[in-house]
C-alpha cells in the first residue's frame, strides 16, 4: 500500500498581468459553442525565449506558439491526434482562437517574471508556508489565487546496490528509461522502462531482457515498484509549479475550474 503527503490548500498573490482575455470572458464562446470549460496548459522556453499554450475541451484542441513576428497555431482531435483542420464550427474556431490569441500573448508578456514568481511560491509551499506574495517596485493590481497541491507518493530511496538515474527516451506516452551503475563512474545501462497508459493515466513498466538482476541488488519486480513511484512523482502527479502556473493562466484567461 503506498503513501502520500497530504493535499494542501496554498495561495499566491500574483501580477497576472491586465488580464484581457479574463475580461473578454469564455462564457460567450462556452455557451455558443457548448463546449464545456477547457483544459489550460502554459510553458515558456528560456532558451528561445517564447511561450506556447494549449487549450484543451474533451471536443478537440487549440495549440499555440508564440513566433517571430506573430503567433502560429494548429489544432488536435479529442484524443490529442493532429488535425489538420478545427474540430469546431467556424464561428467557435473564431471565438477560441481570438480569445486564446490575447491570452497566450499577455501570458507572454508576464514571462520570464511570472515563472520565476511561481517558482519562488512553490519553493515557500515546499518549506511549509501557506501564503506567497509577489515583489513589486510601484503600486501594481495583483491577483490572489488559491490552489489545492497534491501530496508525493512516498517512495524509499533506492535500496539495490550501484546508482541509478532515469532519463527520457524516444516513443510514444511519454517513456522513460531506468539507469542503473554498478558504481560511480561505471557505465549507465538502461535495465527498465516506465511509460503512460493513455487508457488509464497511469504508469506501465516493464523490465528489459538480459538483465544480472543480483548484480543490481533487486529482484525485478521490486524495482519495476520501485520505478513506477518515481514515474508517478515526476510525470504524472502535478506539482507546485505546474500546479500554481496553471491556476495563474486560468485566471488570466477567466478560465474557473469550480
Known amino acids: 500500500m503506498s503513501l502520500r503527503l497530504p493535499t494542501t490548500r496554498f495561495q499566491a498573490v500574483l501580477n497576472l498581468g491586465p ?13 455558443a459553442a457548448g463546449l464545456g470549460t477547457p483544459d489550460l496548459f502554459g510553458d515558456w522556453d528560456d532558451e528561445t525565449g517564447h511561450s506556447s499554450l494549449a487549450v484543451e475541451f474533451d471536443s478537440g484542441q487549440i495549440h499555440l506558439d508564440t513566433v517571430d513576428g506573430g503567433i502560429d497555431y494548429h489544432f488536435h482531435r479529442g484524443n490529442g491526434a493532429e488535425a489538420d483542420r478545427s474540430p469546431w464550427p467556424p464561428a467557435a474556431t473564431d471565438e477560441i482562437l481570438s480569445w486564446a490569441s490575447i491570452l497566450l500573448a499577455e501570458f507572454h508578456q ?9 517558482e519562488e511560491a ?13 515583489e513589486v517596485e510601484e503600486p501594481t493590481k495583483l491577483d490572489l489565487i488559491s490552489v489545492d497541491i497534491e501530496g508525493e507518493l512516498l517512495t524509499l530511496p533506492w ?3 550501484g546508482a541509478v538515474d532515469h532519463e527520457h527516451i524516444d516513443g510514444e506516452h511519454h517513456p522513460i528509461a531506468l539507469l542503473w551503475s554498478a558504481s560511480e563512474g561505471a557505465a549507465e545501462v538502461a535495465i527498465a522502462e516506465a511509460r503512460l497508459d493513455p487508457a488509464t493515466e497511469l504508469p506501465v513498466t516493464s523490465a528489459l531482457p538480459g538483465i544480472d538482476w543480483t548484480a543490481v541488488g533487486l529482484p525485478a519486480d521490486e524495482v519495476l515498484s520501485w520505478l513506477e513511484g ?6 504524472v502527479l502535478p506539482d507546485a509549479v505546474g500546479t500554481i502556473l496553471t491556476a495563474a493562466l486560468e485566471g488570466m484567461g477567466g478560465v474557473d475550474q469550480n
Do not use: Q
Not at 19 to 31: F, H, L, R, V
Not at 110 to 118: A, F, K, T
Not at 122 to 134: K, M, Q, R, S
Open 19 to 31: 488580464k484581457t482575455a479574463a475580461a473578454i470572458g469564455p462564457a460567450t464562446w462556452k455557451k
Open 110 to 118: 508576464r514571462m520570464p517574471d511570472l515563472l520565476e514568481d511561481v
Open 230 to 235: 518515481i514515474y508517478l512523482n515526476h510525470h
Open 122 to 134: 512553490a519553493a515557500w509551499h515546499d518549506e511549509g508556508f501557506d501564503l506567497y506574495i509577489c
Open 159 to 161: 535500496l539495490g546496490s
